[in-house]
């Protein structure tokens, strides 16, 4: 079955950068998006950075800091996180949506992001 495993949360400092992994098992035939979520304590879960055959999209707060790529090869999908704050404290979820007819979404365990001030 398809698996979503992320990697490389941790505690770093206000202004730091940070890079997220999210490794891809499994067949996942035709890929519509990439993206990551990301959930801080109290609060929902919120959108932060899609990639599509079309182009990225970001959340107006990570915008110009965060950037979302993939690559085929390593069938991996990357967050790299430029002057984190502390508000980007969060788990961090990658998710993946495949099917041309039929649309299947998968996520990730989440991996945690700490931001000290």
């Known amino acids: 079955q398809v698996q979503l495993v992320e990697s490389g949360g941790g505690l770093v400092q206000a202004g730091a950068s940070l890079r997220l992994s999210c490794t891809i098992s499994?067949?996942?035939?035709?890929?519509?998006?990439v993206g990551w979520y990301r959930q801080a304590p109290g609060k929902q879960r919120d959108l932060v950075a899609t990639?599509?055959?079309?182009?990225?999209n970001y959340a107006d707060s990570v915008a110009g800091r965060f950037a979302i790529s993939r690559d085929n090869t390593k069938n991996a999908i990357y967050l790299q996180m430029n002057n984190v704050e502390p508000e980007d404290t969060a788990v961090y979820y990658c998710?993946?949506?495949?099917?041309?007819?039929?649309?299947?979404?998968?996520w990730g365990q989440g991996t945690q992001v700490t931001v000290s001030s």
């Open positions: 499994g067949s996942i035939g035709s890929v519509n998006v």
């Open positions: 998710t993946l949506e495949t099917g041309v007819f039929t649309k299947r979404v998968y």
């Open positions: 990639l599509t055959g079309g182009g990225t």
